[in-house]
């Protein structure tokens, strides 16, 4: 997915740019609805890609190769199943009820861990999530 930004600061290797996120409506209200007024700014961390920015630039930027989505999916979906294999390991050892519920209850905290800890160590590294493919104003290349 591709986006155009403004550099808010400058870095030699990653810079801060200043995305304005799309609104539903596109702007065809001159910006006058609640839609846009209520769209902020968001400002994203960027690799600079070889490109040597300066503040006030507009840039085109790509997102990084990974997809949030899936990220996502993958962080979400594995503590149900840990939590359904849980209460099918019990119930197939001949665990009541209960002791199945309490078997998938373990699974599902179980299998928050590692969906913790990824996102802990995302928070930690602060790697950029989108990378400028160019600069749409000024600025020079490699």
């Not at 539903?24 to 994203?44: K, N, Y």
């Not at 600079?48 to 790509?62: D, I, K, Y």
């Not at 802990?120 to 104003?137: C, G, K, M, Y």
Request: net charge neutral; charged share 15%; aromatic share 4%.
């Amino acid at each position: 997915m591709e986006m155009t930004g403004t550099v808010s600061k400058a870095g030699s290797r990653f810079s801060e740019v200043t995305v304005y996120r799309g609104t539903a409506c596109d702007g065809g209200c001159g910006h006058q609805c609640a839609t846009c007024m209520a769209s902020r700014p968001l400002t994203v961390r960027v690799d600079n890609n070889g490109w040597a920015l300066h503040e006030g630039e507009q840039v085109l930027l790509q997102s990084a190769t990974h997809s949030p989505l899936s990220l996502a999916a993958i962080l979400y979906l594995l503590p149900l199943v840990v939590g359904v294999l849980g209460y099918l390991l019990v119930e197939q050892r001949g665990g009541g009820t209960g002791l199945s519920a309490l078997g998938a209850l373990v699974g599902l905290v179980l299998g928050f861990v590692p969906a913790w800890r990824v996102n802990h160590r995302l928070t930690d590294t602060q790697l950029p999530t989108h990378r400028v493919i160019s600069v749409l104003e000024q600025g020079e290349q490699r």
